[in-house]
């Protein structure tokens, strides 16, 4: 099977922008997890997506949304991007829900904000 | 508010030793514990996950150990070979929520 795939892998971005990335996650997993990772923040939940709806969601500004389609894909959009928003972001898929069942982590798609 | 802490923040070994990788929970009605490994750039591979019921999973070299009363887990690695170079993670998951440890960063020298 194929793993997950984000994209894009490198984006660059201005303050004021913003953007939306994509992750596919394996055939057959029904959650996809969205996480931000910084090196001042660590690695943070941002949200999980499971049936195509959201099913957790952490700690961040409603500028952070995301969605997931039927076929299990989804996408993540960050609007008025900050400075602060470059980042890591990594998605990840599993079989069942996200906090139960064995993760499977894309590479990531590294975000600068200028 | 769950805080988790990894102890050391990175650790350099010889080929071929035994080590321990310690993470701390500070709420210990926890669900399940993960550990993962990250290579330099790359996302997160998952290695073990002990689930609040039990005491300890293994994993070919790995093995991983949750002591729920007193909040701590270990994920000790046998004969350490330098591909186990990468930062290991360890995640509680409580309420279906997930909290990180920031990491400890292993280094295994030929």
């Known amino acids: 099977k194929a793993g997950v795939t984000q994209t894009p892998r490198y984006l660059i971005k201005t303050r004021g922008q913003q953007v939306t990335l994509s992750c596919s996650p394996i055939?057959?997993?029904?959650?996809v997890s969205w996480y931000q990772q910084t090196p001042g923040q660590g690695l943070q939940f941002l949200f999980e997506?499971?049936?195509?709806?959201?099913?957790n969601k952490g700690n961040f500004p409603g500028r952070f949304s995301g969605r997931q389609f039927s076929n299990s894909r989804s996408e993540m959009n960050v609007s008025t991007l900050e400075l602060g928003d470059s980042a890591l972001y990594l998605c990840?898929?599993?079989?069942?829900?996200?906090?139960?069942?064995?993760?499977?982590f894309g590479p990531g798609t590294r975000l600068t904000v200028l | 508010k769950q805080e988790v802490t990894q102890i050391p923040a990175a650790l350099s070994v010889p080929e071929g030793e035994n080590l321990v990788l310690n993470c701390s929970f500070t709420?210990?009605?926890?669900?399940?514990l993960q550990w993962f490994r990250q290579d330099p750039g790359k996302g997160l591979t998952s290695l073990l996950l002990?689930?609040?019921?039990?005491r300890e999973q293994t994993s070919g070299r790995l093995n991983a150990s949750l002591d729920k009363s007193s909040g701590r887990s270990t994920l000790y690695i046998a004969a350490s070979q330098p591909g186990d170079s990468a930062t290991y993670l360890c995640?509680?998951?409580?309420?279906?929520?997930?909290?990180f440890g920031a990491g400890t960063r292993l280094t295994v020298k030929p």
């Open positions: 990840a898929s599993s079989p069942g829900t996200g906090t139960t069942d064995t993760q499977y």
């Open positions: 055939s057959g997993h029904r959650s």
């Open positions: 997506y499971f049936s195509e709806t959201q099913r």
């Open positions: 709420d210990s009605a926890i669900y399940n």
């Open positions: 002990i689930q609040s019921s039990q």
């Open positions: 995640a509680a998951v409580r309420n279906n929520d997930m909290r």
